[in-house]
Structure formats: C-alpha cells, structure tokens
C-alpha cells in the first residue's frame, strides 16, 4: 500500500517536532512518523521508581558498545521523543561556540553559519518553548534580547548558594528553563520530579506540549504513532527519496512525499540512513562523505553532590548556572565547561547509581534505600559538563544483525577532570563535606545530548548535510536533530535543534 504527502517528517522531538509546527501553516500535507505513542498522562509519571527502577518509559531495545556488549540506552520512543524527559534546560550557544575554539585535546571546528544567523531564530524557538530566564549575569553569554518570561526564581537554599557563590567571585546565572504558566492553577509546580521524569500535568516546555499537539490541530497534518520507518528508497538515479517504508499494525506501507526530513536523533538518524544503503548509496545513503555515523559526541558529564549535616527544604533546585570556566581564561588556557545545579536526586535514584560503588573497601550495594534517603535528603546536586570533540573513530554503525553499535572512546578528559576539581573546591567552600566521594560519570554509554553524526557544512567531501540540512547527495532530504552539530559546545542542545529547525522551515517553505 502506498499513500503520497508533501512533506514526510520522520521523528517528533526538539528537531521533528518543532519543524512539523513550523510547517503546519503553509498548507502542505504533512506526515508526522513516530515510532513511539503518546506517553500516558498517570501516577507513574512522577514516580521514582517506575522511571527508575522499573524503566517503564525507557526504550527496550539493547545497543552495543565498542566491544560488543549490550546495553540499555537511556533513550526515549515516545511523541515529543526524549524531550518528554528533558530537564528544560534551554541554552543558546556562545558566539564562540560556531568559530574554531583550542581545547585541550584539539580543536573545536567553526560551524558554517555563524550565531548571528541563527539569533532570529533562537528568539522565535525561545518563545515557541517559552523559555525564562535573565541576561547580565552570565560573563559568556552572547548578545539577547528580553527572554520572553523571567527566569524561575531560586528557592531559598539557591539563593543563599548564589550570594555565596559571587563571594567566591564567581558569577552565577539563572539556568534558561521552559517551564509552563508558574503559578497558575495547572501550570508548573516547581517539583522534585522535573528532571528525566515526565509531566503529569504538561506543564514542561517538551516537544509534544508546545509543538506537536498543536500543528496537529491543523486538517493538514497527520501524526502516525507506533509507526518505524524502516528505510528511505531513493528513485532509480539515487538522486532523491522516492519513497519511506514504515512498519505499522503488523503491516508495512510505502509513503512517497516531495521532501522528506529525518528527525530520529543523532543515532538513529545515523542508523537509518546507514540502513537505507543501495545501489547508488552503497555506503549509506548521503554517506558519499564517508561521514554518515562518524564524529558521535555526546559531551562528558559527572553529577556531584555535595553532602550537609542539615536536610535540603528546597523541592526545586535547578536553577543555577556557573559559566565562568566555559572559556579559555586565569584557570585554564583552554575551555573547561560549564556547571548547573540539577534536580533533586531520589533515594532509589541514587541507589541503582551507587550500588556499583566500593568506597574504603564497602560495597555500596549493602547499603540500604532508607540509607540513601538520609543521604539525598542532605544533598544539592550538580552537573560539570565538558564539550567533547569530533572524532571520526567515534561513530554510530550497524552489527550485522542490523543492531545498533555506539563505538565511542572519549576525549578532552584532561579539561573535565580539570572542571570536577573545580567543582569539588567550590562544594568544599561552600561547607559541603566530602564532595569528591559522590560523583558519577556516565562514561561512552552517555546517550543523553547526542550529536555530531550527520555534520553540515559547505563541502560535500568533508560533511553530510548543507546549511540547509539538506543532504549533500540527496536532493529532498534534509536531517533536523543534533545530528548536524559540527562540535558539542558544552550547553544543552535542545533549543539549537529547535532554532535550526525553524530556520530550515523557512527555508523549504520558500521551495514548497
């Protein structure tokens, strides 16, 4: 069976589901595929142990590692995709973020369009993601306007951090968080479980809420859920997609539209195009570059926690942000990182972390959950976050079987383990004991902020993908998810996917 659209938009999240929304207005028949469902508004959402322990919303399916063996990605198969679990961090890049910028092991490359080119349309993303926020605090911050809400206020306990932490003569700013209608009946509660859970009352800035649902409302577009698309079939000269296979109801349906844009992340874009080899692609499809899959980073992150003797009152602590190490500058003469409180951990949370653990000869796992709660509930959790950089030995293929291999050894470690210490000192000045035992690092197995694989640039040799997002090789195929980010930065990726998104609306609503 065959049906025909105009625009066929594979993928829901911050890239699929903000393009879709873009276009809904233009009149064109719009094809929405997700391979995941609505996820279920109901009590699991905010609990600990459902998202947790249980995995009830975590993609079942097993990736391998660069030695073959499986793991669980913490991935999301859902409308709104991983954006259903965001922590609504919603960062620009700097202004240096698009030039090349030295780091500690190499280079970070310059992208081909400069912030300048995207300013308009992170102003419009920001207001499509109602994002709050503040300028004049954040010594990296590039040029911005008024945010269009301001930023969540601190809870008392952050705002005591806050003056603390400017005694240090450091300058703390408050996170850009997309939070829904603070204060009013049904919108944001400012909660414990914001981070990596679900909304229960839709009140986070995910792609489903501010994006999907809406341009669905338009006669023109249709959403298919539960629905894969398998493979993109180019027509017999290779030079354009005739044509996507998606699995649906037990059955598998062609869909042929004019334009076709590939919004899975970086991964399974990657693994899509890779599994839609041909004749005329026999690498992969758009994979003339040799580039489809290669360059995967995902940033390198540690969550510290810095332990009092008195309990934490604050529910909402993610709100902070410290980029005075983002740069090159008197601590380092290369770019460290940035540093943000996050959510509150939960006792089960930091159980099935910390169950691994050995410290001075114990086994962590000994240790009981009502143990663990004593310890969260003393605790303020914090992310160091340190861009990676493009390698094209770290890469996204395919087993033989078709599975999905993530072959990733990372670098730039010299300059995270640099920001930790750093971290570590601010937590001890702070009054926090032992700040260097309670730390966790995700390692090569971090899926979360994934990018890089489907570069863009002007040269078809050296990326996949135009300025555009439109496939080198492939005339009516463009990739909108991080998949195009020519380096990691090292600010959540969110709001670039949804900026570029935009853009890249405008641009084909120009050729529709």
Known sequence: MSQGYDIVVIGSGAGGGTIAHALAPSGARILIVERGDFVPQEDANWSPEAVWKDLR????????????????????????????????????????????????????????????????????????????GASGDDPTEPPHGPYPFPPVPHAPGMARLADQLRAQGLHPSPL????????????????????????????????????????????????????????????????????????????????????????????????LLLRSASGQHPRGLANSSGLVGRRYMAHLATMLEGVAWGKNADDFQKTLAI????????????????????????????????????????????????????????????????EDLPDPDNCVRLAPDGRIVLDVRQNNQRAHAMLVDKLREILARLGYWSPKVFAHMAGTKNTTHQCGTLV???????????????AHDVANLFVVDASFFPSSAAVNPGLTIAAQALRVADHIMGAV
């Open 456 to 470: 863009f640039g002007h040269d078809p040799r050296a990326s996949v993908l135009d300025p555009w997002c439109r």
């Open 323 to 386: 980029n005075d190490f983002y740069l090159a500058g008197p601590h380092a003469p290369f770019p460290l990182g940035q540093i943000q409180s996050q959510g509150r951990t939960h006792a089960i949370m930091a159980k099935i972390t910390g169950d691994s653990w050995v410290y001075k000869g114990i086994e962590m796992r000994h240790i009981p959950l009502w143990a663990y709660e004593q310890w969260v509930s003393r605790a303020t959790d914090w992310l160091a976050m340190t």
């Open 57 to 132: 919303y975590r993609a079942k399916e097993l990736w391998l590692d660069e030695r073959g063996r499986e793991f669980n990605p913490y991935t999301h198969y859902n409308v709104g995709g991983n954006t259903k679990f965001w922590g609504c961090v919603l960062y620009r890049l700097r202004r240096e973020d698009f030039q090349d910028v030295p780091h500690a092991d190499g280079v970070s490359p310059a992208w081909p369009i400069d912030y300048d080119t995207l300013a308009p349309y992170y102003d419009r993303a920001e207001r499509l993601y109602q994002v709050r």
């Open 176 to 271: 850009p968080l997309g939070l829904l209608n603070l204060g009013d009946p049904g919108g944001c509660r400012l909660c414990r479980t914001c981070n990596s859970f679900v909304c229960r009352i839709h009140a986070k800035s995910d792609a489903d809420v501010v994006a999907v649902r809406p341009a669905t409302s338009y006669p023109n577009v249709t959403l298919w859920t539960n629905a894969l698309a398998r493979r993109l079939i180019t027509d017999p000269s290779g030079a354009a997609v005739e044509a996507v296979e998606v699995e649906r109801a037990g059955a598998v349906e062609r869909v042929t539209a004019s334009t076709v844009i590939v919004s899975c992340g970086a991964v399974n874009s990657a693994a």
